[in-house]
C-alpha cells in the first residue's frame, strides 16, 4: 500500500521513482547499488529496520514510518527539495 502510494505521489510531482519493498517474503525488485548511486534521493519508509540500508550510505536518505507516510504521503514529497540541496550522506527523517 504505502510503494503504490509513494509511486502514485512521486509520480504526480514529476519525479522518476524506483520502488524495492521488503516484506514477510524477503525482498522484492531489489534496486541495484548502480541504481541507488544514480538516485538524487532515497526514501526508506519502514517501521522496522531494512535489510542493506548500509547501500543508502552515500545518499541523500528521507525517512519515514509507513503511518506517517499514509496519513501525510505530501510531506515526504516536499522533503525531495530539501533533500536534493543537502550533501551526499544526509539523512532527513520526517
Known amino acids: 500500500m504505502a510503494a503504490e502510494l509513494l ?5 504526480k ?15 522484492e525488485n531489489s534496486l541495484e547499488q548502480e541504481a541507488i548511486d544514480r538516485a538524487d534521493v532515497a526514501f526508506i519508509i519502514a517501521d522496522i ?4 540500508v548500509e547501500r543508502f550510505d552515500n ?3 528521507i525517512k519515514m514510518s509507513i503511518s506517517d ?9 516536499t ?3 530539501r ?6 550522506g544526509t539523512v532527513i527523517n520526517v
Not at 7 to 11: I, L, Y
Not at 69 to 77: D, M, Y
Open 7 to 11: 509511486e502514485k505521489s512521486a509520480k
Open 13 to 27: 510531482a514529476g519525479h522518476k521513482i524506483d520502488v524495492e519493498t521488503q516484506g514477510a517474503l524477503g525482498a
Open 49 to 52: 529496520n531494512i535489510e542493506g
Open 59 to 61: 545518499s541523500r536518505l
Open 69 to 77: 507516510f499514509l496519513r501525510n504521503p505530501e510531506l515526504a514529497i
Open 79 to 81: 522533503a525531495i527539495e
Open 83 to 88: 533533500a536534493k540541496r543537502a550533501p551526499a
